[in-house]
């Protein structure tokens, strides 16, 4: 091979040379571009959108379960006239009333009356009673009844209430045609006021348990939190924790779990900041299903809350819980629900609770 046919080969191997550099360098160059591109750009989203954060725990949340029913049924009203705490005012007829009819003439004139008080209608061709209020618009009822509650926590009836709603009444009749019947007359429905009221101021109580700091100086917010789950209590009304009754029937909560100091409740901002020296479970006796079996279940919880927290167990006078000592709530509480029973009205059911409310 001559000069110049060796010259011609180094310059294509330096050619070649060149040429491969650049493509290493540009190869290298769009690696390292990838790299940056997949750090600092957005990622692709995936097939499935994520799950959404879990709400905080102390947020009230309300879920809804479909049940199959037949499409021309509706539930079951929980709500009906009671003769024991009620003053009745009875409207049948032959002709049904549809609802706004009657409605109407007692939204007009309720607002004489101060005591809780009702209109309540039996559909056509039904058992169940129905508050005309929550009812739907095309109800129409065979029978009407206004109710008015003979006592509260404010005291019982007086005479001009029996008045005021006996004249609805009698201009729900006389509008309607419907010839008004009573459930007891005037004096037996103040006697019957008056026994309700003291019904009312006899067993109108609460049983509470107080959860001390005994082997810390305080609880602290997330761990209260921590501790009021471990045995099934829900943050809700009232900012304080409750155990719920596990019915879908409206009764309220089996008990409670309050800030034992000013104000009682739990900011539900502050929770991680919160320091308190004790707390208090409580429950309405009168309103409470069963309320010995409800009051032995707060007591092991006070207790698991206790030991979780390091707190110790106090009676509502702020002295040491002993075993005597529950045993006589237990029997206080036994005696209560014995002595309303007697008395017609049984802890939680809905006469209790109406004369009760939370």
């Not at 940056?36 to 309300?62: I, K, N, Q």
């Not at 009812?135 to 009407?144: F, I």
């Not at 029937?249 to 009682?264: I, V």
């Not at 004790?278 to 299903?289: A, N, R, W």
């Amino acid at each position: 091979m001559g000069l110049r046919g060796a010259l011609a080969l180094v310059g294509v191997l330096v050619v070649f040379a060149v040429a491969l550099n650049a493509y290493d360098r540009g190869r290298i160059r769009d690696r390292v571009r990838r790299l940056f591109e997949g750090r600092f750009a957005a990622p692709e989203a995936p097939d499935e959108a994520p799950s959404p954060p879990e709400p905080p725990p102390w947020s009230e949340r309300r879920v809804l379960h479909a049940a199959p029913e037949a499409a021309d049924e509706e539930p079951e009203s929980d709500e009906e006239p009671f003769g024991a705490i009620d003053f009745l005012v009875f409207l049948p007829g032959e002709t049904p009333v549809v609802r706004d009819a009657a409605l109407g003439i007692y939204k007009q004139n309720e607002y004489v009356i101060d005591k809780p008080h009702r209109l309540y209608g039996r559909r056509v061709g039904a058992r169940a009673w129905r508050n005309l209020a929550k009812d739907r618009e095309d109800a129409r009822y065979e029978l009407l009844a206004l109710a008015l509650q003979l006592a509260d926590r404010a005291g019982p009836v007086s005479e001009a209430d029996l008045n005021a709603i006996t004249q609805i009444g009698l201009k729900l009749a006389d509008a309607l045609d419907r010839p008004p019947r009573f459930n007891m007359s005037f004096e037996e429905g103040l006697e019957r006021a008056q026994a309700l009221d003291k019904f009312c101021s006899a067993f109108d109580v609460i049983a509470s348990i107080h959860v001390v700091a005994d082997s810390v100086p305080v609880f602290r917010g997330p761990a209260i939190e921590r501790a009021a789950q471990e045995v099934h209590m829900e943050f809700g009304a009232r900012n304080i924790f409750h155990r719920k009754s596990g019915e879908s029937d409206g009764r309220p909560n089996l008990y409670s779990l309050a800030n034992q100091f000013h104000p009682g409740s739990f900011d539900p901002l502050r929770l991680d900041s919160l320091q308190t020296q004790g707390l208090t479970l409580f429950m309405s006796v009168p309103c409470t299903p069963d309320p010995v079996a409800t009051f032995t279940d707060m007591v092991r919880d006070a207790r698991v809350i206790a030991r979780r927290l390091g707190g110790k167990l106090q009676d509502a006078d702020r002295r040491v819980l002993t075993e005597a000592g529950l045993r006589a709530i237990t029997k206080q509480i036994a005696s209560i629900a014995e002595r309303m029973a007697h008395q017609g009205i049984t802890p939680g059911t809905l006469n209790a609770m109406r004369l009760f409310p939370p």
